[in-house]
């Protein structure tokens, strides 16, 4: 019995430090890692809200049902960890003897209470008062949390909302390199992509930080974050190696940090990619859909490139750093359909593990 009880309090002793280590792990530390019990609540709310969102006859209603997922599941987790925590010092509680197993529950609801009754010895009134102490800092800490991700929320969103004036909605290479060389002229690009350039940074340290922002989807159900981050690296490698003028340097250093912030939000997931692809790796941009898009901006006066063959071959290189984070991505977060990006199949659906695997390199 004594060896009941020892395995009793050491696994609520460890259940309570996973949850103090779950807490730490999403709200405090700055950097892409994450914490089994937060998969365990993200990845069951992304089951229930899909299933649904799989039986909807229009995107809208799909988005609409998304739109739910990421703040239900942000929202649910502080009671998820109190849950966890009163079934940890249930078993600490029942380990140190005196009361039977009901007795150590109502011991442990005083992390919703403040405590049912006075606790009978010094080591339970302890316990009782660090319970009550990490209730109470699990909801602080995820008080603190909202402020963040809500105005990293913003940040993102700011010039996505601007984009759909540059390139439509849903965004295209076509209709943002069309209206930038009929209303801007194609030499504010570069500009442009700067901008971008700083918003994939900034995307980058939060969405690996706070990853839960990465299903947070856009206030227009047509309007997506990773859509509009597909069409402008996308016009970015357009430009880079088909428009005829001088070298754009701003537009490569736009795809590096867009491939750079989409590959480390893909690994948070597990999404497996190549880190160094060859530039004659397959994309799932075809040809015949390149050349298409060739001739409308031909049709329209844009100054391309004569040497066509060797412009798709720079074009499918650029590409190729980002094709297979930014395809499965789309995929995951269920994003509206955009040319490029989320109307490819060519990779499979991803499915998040709730165990971590560090295997983000694919064959």
């Not at 007795?103 to 442990?108: M, V």
């Not at 867009?258 to 690994?267: D, E, H």
Request: glycine share 6%; aromatic share 12%; net charge neutral.
């Amino acid at each position: 019995m004594i060896a009941v009880h020892a395995l009793a309090f050491v696994g609520g002793a460890l259940l309570v430090a996973l949850v103090l280590y779950s807490a730490v792990v999403t709200v405090v530390l700055p950097r892409g890692e994450s914490a089994t019990l937060t998969r365990i609540v993200f990845i069951g709310w992304r089951s229930v809200f899909v299933f649904f969102a799989n039986r909807t006859k229009t995107y809208e209603s799909t988005d609409r049902i998304m739109a739910f997922y990421g703040p239900v599941g942000l929202l649910t987790l502080p009671f998820a960890w109190l849950m966890f925590v009163v079934v940890g010092y249930t078993g600490i509680f029942w380990a140190l003897g005196g009361i039977g197993l009901r007795g150590a529950f109502t011991e442990a609801g005083s992390v919703f209470t403040f405590g049912f009754r006075a606790p009978p010895a010094l080591p339970q009134t302890i316990l009782a008062y660090t319970e009550a102490a990490l209730g109470l800092g699990l909801i602080a800490l995820l008080i603190s949390y909202l402020p963040s991700l809500y105005a990293a929320f913003s940040r993102r969103e700011q010039l996505v909302t601007l984009l759909e004036t540059r390139a439509g909605n849903p965004p295209s290479v076509h209709e943002m390199l069309r209206r930038f060389y009929i209303i801007h002229g194609l030499d504010q690009l570069g500009p442009q992509f700067a901008l971008w350039e700083e918003w994939f940074a900034d995307v980058e340290e939060t969405h690996t930080s706070y990853p839960a922002l990465v299903n947070f989807r856009s206030p227009l159900p047509r309007r997506n974050w990773l859509t509009s981050a597909g069409a402008v690296l996308d016009s970015a490698s357009f430009a880079a190696s088909t428009i005829d003028q001088e070298r754009e340097p701003r537009a490569e250093l736009c795809i590096r940090a867009g491939y750079l912030c989409l590959r480390r939000i893909a690994k948070i997931f597990g999404i497996p990619h190549k880190m160094n692809p060859a530039p004659e790796d397959p994309i799932s941009i075809t040809r015949e859909e390149y050349d298409a898009v060739y001739d409308q901006l031909a049709a329209e006066g844009l100054p391309l490139k004569e040497d066509r063959d060797q412009a798709w071959r720079d074009f499918a290189g650029w590409r190729v750093n980002y094709d297979d984070v930014l395809v499965p991505l789309a995929r995951l977060i269920l994003a509206p359909e955009a040319p490029w990006s989320s109307d490819r199949d060519m990779y499979p659906m991803p499915r998040v593990a709730i165990f971590r695997r560090h295997r983000p390199v694919r064959a």
